[in-house]
C-alpha cells in the first residue's frame, strides 16, 4: 500500500534534514549569492544555515572577484548623464543590467566585502551590499558644508574588529563655510552600528586638495593616502590611518623614485593591486594634467614584520592615458580608457611596453567623458545590514530620490519606449517565426514553376525569408540595463523594426503582383483577388501566409 501523502512528504523532508552539515557546507560554498538567496527559502535548516554570519564570512573569501567600473553623473554635450556602472566578470565580460543599488544620483566612494558605499546630495550617505540590495542610509557628518565632495569619504573594514567605518575629511570651516579649502586637520570617523560620529584631529594641517588628486585605498584595516610633507621639501609622503586604533602614521615614498624625467616634475596616484598598496607615478600632459605621458612605475609597498619596504613592481613604457582608481588591475590587466574605449593590457614583467594592438576592448564609453571612470574590485556577498539598523543614526531619506526625479523624466521616457518597440517587434516576429516551417514549403514548391510570375514571387519572398530570426528573441526582463547595453539594445530594435518594415513592403508587392497577373477574373478556391484589400486589415503574419497560399494554389492550378 502507498504511504499517506503526508507521511512520503515528512519522510522526505527528514531525508533532507539528515544530509551532513558539512557536505552542504561544502555545496553551498561552491554557490552564487543569487542561488543561495533562494535556497534560504527551502527550509528553516538551510535558511538558519545560509544566514549564519559565519557562513557568511567563509563564503566571501571563495567569492569570484569582479571590477566595478562606475561612471559619475555630469553633463556631457548639455545632457545631463545620470550615474551609472558596469561589472567585468573573471572572463573580462561586461555586465548588461545596471546595478540596481546604485542610483542615477549616486557617487561611490568606497567597496569592502560586497559593500558599496554611496554619496549622494541629499542629507544622508548610503551603504548596500551589491548582491541582495540590502540598503542603509546614514546621516551625514556635517550638515551644508559648502564644497563637500564624495572623494572626501573613503569606505573600510578592520579584519581584527571585524568593524566597518566611514571616514570623512573635513575641510577647515567656519560655520559650515570654508576656511581654507586646501587642508584639513579633522577626520571624521563613523563605525557602522555607533549613534553618531566622532572626530579625530590629524596631528598637523594635511592637504585636501592631494586627497582630492591622488587617491584614497584600504588595505587590511588601514586608510591611506598621499600628502605633502612639509619636511621633506614639500615632497609626496604617504599617510595611514589604522581604523581599529584611530591613529596616524607616516610613510616616505622609496627614495630611489624619480620625480623628474625628461618631460618635467612626475605626478603621484595612490592605488590598491592584489591587496597590496602601490604608488603609480608618471609625467603629466602640459595640456591636462590626467593624461599620462613618458614612463609609468609602479611602486609597491612590502609590510612585513620587521620593516615596511617599497619595490618597483612594473616600468611601463608608452602607458595608456588615464589609469583608473583606487583598484587600477583586475586579474593581472591593467584598466584604463582609452579615448571612446575602455580597454585592458596584460602585465607582463617588470620592464616592458604597452603594445596597443593587444589590447582588449571592453565596451565602448562615448559620449562618457575620459577621466572620471573609476575602478573598484569587489565580490558579491551575504554580509547583512541588519544589525546596524536601529543605530540612531540611521535615517529614511526625506527628499524623493533616485528615478523618480523630475529631471530624469526624458531618460525613463526613452526606456519605456524601447521597451514598447520591443513588444511590438517581438510580437510581429513570433508570429513570422509560427508560420516559418509552411512559408518554407510554400517557398521550396515556387521555386519549381517556370512561370514569370514565380520568379518575381520568390524574390518578394526571398525578402521576407532572409534574415529571419530562427529563435525570435524574447523580450528581455524588467531589469534595467546599464547605459552601454541600453545603447546597444536601443540600436538592434531599431534595425529590428527596420526590417520588419522592409517584410511589410514584400507582403503589399505579393499582394500586387497576384493582382496584375489575374485581376479578378480567376476564382482561387472559391476566394476572388478582388477582395484583396480587406485583407490589408488583418495581421501581418496571417495575411503572408494568406498570400503565399494563394500563389501556391494559382501556380499549381497552372501546372494542371
Not at 215 to 230: A, P, S
Not at 322 to 346: A, F
Not at 387 to 392: L, Q, T
Not at 464 to 493: A, G, T
Amino acid at each position: 500500500m502507498e504511504e499517506p501523502e503526508s507521511k512520503k512528504q515528512i519522510n522526505e523532508e527528514c531525508i533532507i534534514n539528515r544530509l551532513p552539515g558539512d557536505l552542504i557546507e561544502r555545496i553551498f560554498f561552491r554557490l552564487p549569492v543569487s542561488t543561495l538567496l533562494t535556497c534560504r527559502g527551502v527550509c528553516k535548516q538551510w535558511q538558519n544555515f545560509i544566514r549564519d554570519p559565519q557562513f557568511a564570512a567563509s563564503h566571501l573569501q571563495l567569492a569570484p572577484s569582479y571590477a566595478l567600473l562606475f561612471f559619475p553623473q555630469g553633463l556631457v554635450s548639455g545632457v545631463l548623464y545620470p550615474s551609472d556602472a558596469i561589472l567585468i566578470d573573471e572572463a573580462w565580460s561586461p555586465s548588461t543590467c545596471a546595478v540596481p543599488v546604485i542610483g542615477p544620483d549616486d557617487f561611490l566612494f568606497g567597496s569592502c566585502n560586497g559593500l558599496l558605499g554611496s554619496y549622494t546630495k541629499t542629507s544622508t550617505i548610503k551603504i548596500a551590499n551589491l548582491a541582495t540590495g540590502e540598503c542603509l542610509h546614514l546621516e551625514k557628518p556635517s550638515k551644508n558644508v559648502k564644497g563637500d565632495h564624495y572623494c572626501f569619504y573613503s569606505f573600510g573594514f578592520h579584519p581584527v574588529t571585524k568593524e566597518y567605518k566611514i571616514t570623512h575629511f573635513l575641510g577647515d570651516c567656519v560655520n559650515g563655510r570654508p576656511h581654507n579649502k586646501d587642508r584639513f586637520n579633522i577626520i571624521q570617523v563613523y563605525t557602522l552600528g555607533d549613534e553618531k560620529w566622532k572626530d579625530i584631529r590629524t596631528p598637523e594641517p594635511l592637504s585636501l586638495i592631494s586627497v582630492r588628486n591622488s587617491g584614497v585605498v584600504n588595505v587590511d584595516g588601514k586608510m591611506y593616502w598621499l600628502t605633502e610633507d612639509m619636511l621633506v621639501s614639500w615632497q609626496h609622503a604617504v599617510i595611514s590611518f589604522d581604523l581599529s586604533e584611530e591613529s596616524f602614521a607616516t610613510i616616505q615614498l622609496p627614495a630611489e623614485r624619480e620625480d623628474q624625467d625628461r618631460y618635467g616634475p612626475r605626478k603621484f596616484w595612490i592605488r590598491e593591486m592584489h591587496g597590496k598598496i602601490c604608488i603609480l607615478t608618471a609625467q603629466p600632459s602640459r595640456y591636462d594634467p590626467r593624461a599620462l605621458l613618458g614612463e609609468l612605475q609602479i611602486w609597491t609597498l612590502e609590510n612585513t614584520v620587521e620593516q615596511q619596504r617599497w619595490s618597483k613592481k612594473y616600468n611601463i613604457k608608452n602607458p595608456p592615458n588615464y589609469i583608473p582608481g583606487p583598484h587600477s588591475v583586475h586579474r593581472d590587466r591593467i584598466m584604463t580608457q582609452l579615448y571612446n574605449s575602455v580597454c585592458s593590457y596584460e602585465l607582463f614583467s617588470e620592464n616592458f611596453e604597452i603594445d596597443l594592438s593587444k589590447k582588449l576592448k571592453l565596451f565602448d564609453s562615448k559620449p562618457r567623458w575620459m577621466y572620471n571612470m573609476q575602478s573598484y574590485i569587489v565580490v558579491k556577498s551575504l554580509v547583512s545590514l541588519d544589525v546596524y539598523k536601529k543605530a540612531g543614526i540611521v535615517r529614511r531619506p526625506k527628499q524623493q530620490v533616485g528615478w523618480e526625479l523630475k529631471k530624469w523624466k526624458a531618460w525613463e521616457d526613452k526606456r519605456r519606449e524601447a521597451e514598447d518597440i520591443r513588444y511590438r517587434v517581438h510580437k510581429h516576429e513570433h508570429a513570422l517565426f509560427g508560420n516559418a516551417e509552411k512559408m518554407g514549403k510554400m517557398y521550396q514548391s515556387l521555386q519549381d514553376k517556370p512561370h514569370d510570375v514565380a520568379e518575381r514571387l520568390r524574390a518578394e519572398l526571398n525578402q521576407v525569408l532572409q534574415d529571419m530570426p530562427h529563435n525570435p528573441s524574447q523580450p528581455k526582463s524588467p531589469r534595467r540595463l546599464n547605459w552601454v547595453e541600453q545603447k546597444q539594445d536601443y540600436e538592434k530594435l531599431m534595425a529590428r523594426s527596420v526590417k520588419l518594415k522592409e517584410r511589410a513592403q514584400a507582403h503589399d508587392n505579393i499582394l500586387s503582383i497576384i493582382a496584375s497577373f489575374k485581376s479578378d477574373k480567376v476564382n482561387f478556391c472559391g476566394f476572388k483577388l478582388l477582395n484583396y484589400p480587406c485583407f490589408l486589415q488583418q495581421p501581418a503574419s496571417l495575411l503572408l501566409v494568406s498570400f503565399l497560399a494563394t500563389c501556391l494554389i494559382c501556380h499549381n492550378n497552372e501546372a494542371n
